[in-house]
């Protein structure tokens, strides 16, 4: 349904403006015509472009802050949409998620039967806490995904992770999602951060 009433709002659009341009007066009020045509749907797509390319450029991707040493167990204060199963084979010996509803936190881990088993506890026993923020809105149709590794305790930053994603000009925004976004940068960032824990590196 919405995308027949986006394709009869073009059909309409294109009709009004062919019809001022066939029944212009000269030549100069047909080439204002298709002028202002073009830039009604498209005036913000450079603006929008280039604020999308100086974000990505800037501080988009992973930023590391100080060495971290391999991980054997991180703290996801907010929803991550990783599977501990996932991150337990990567190498940690558990993984803690905070609670959806109320307080406290679950706990993952593996028995030592081999089967990942799981408790629930008031407050977090990882070193390192896993911060999130997705959909971030901003200007000109951008959004940002991040991840932050801070020290648990301090909360001290230790990494930055920063994805981009741009939706395009006004068009683009009012028919989302029927149409894809215009364009998407650092997409692996956020799971890079996560193996920057397990692993460790040195800064």
């Known amino acids: 349904m919405i995308g027949?009433?986006?394709?009869a709002v073009i059909a309409i659009y294109i009709g009004v403006f062919a019809y001022i341009?066939?029944?212009a007066r000269n030549r100069a009020e047909k080439i204002s015509a298709i002028a202002v045509a073009l830039a009604i749907p498209f005036w913000d797509l450079p603006i929008g472009y280039?604020?999308?390319r100086s974000h990505c450029a800037q501080d988009g991707g992973i930023q590391q802050f100080e060495s971290i040493p391999p991980q054997k167990a991180l703290?996801?204060?907010s929803p991550s949409g990783i599977r501990p199963e996932f991150l337990i084979k990567a190498g940690l010996d558990s993984v803690e998620y905070q609670k959806m509803i109320g307080n406290g936190v679950v706990r993952y881990f593996r028995a030592q039967g081999g089967a990942i088993e799981q408790v629930e506890g008031k407050t977090p026993r990882s070193p390192i806490r896993v911060r999130a923020t997705?959909?971030?809105e901003l200007p000109w149709n951008l959004y940002r995904q991040e991840q932050v590794l801070e020290h648990a305790q301090s909360g001290?930053?230790?990494a930055r992770a920063r994805e981009y994603i741009w939706l395009g000009g006004w068009i683009q925004?009012?028919?989302s999602p029927?149409?894809?976004p215009a364009s998407t940068c650092h997409t692996s960032s956020l799971s890079g951060v996560i193996t920057l824990a397990v692993n460790g590196a040195t800064k």
């Open 4 to 7: 027949l009433t986006v394709l």
């Open 21 to 23: 341009v066939v029944h």
């Open 50 to 52: 280039n604020n999308y």
């Open 75 to 77: 703290y996801f204060a």
């Open 134 to 136: 997705f959909n971030e």
């Open 156 to 158: 001290r930053p230790l």
């Open 173 to 175: 925004r009012m028919t």
């Open 178 to 180: 029927m149409l894809t």
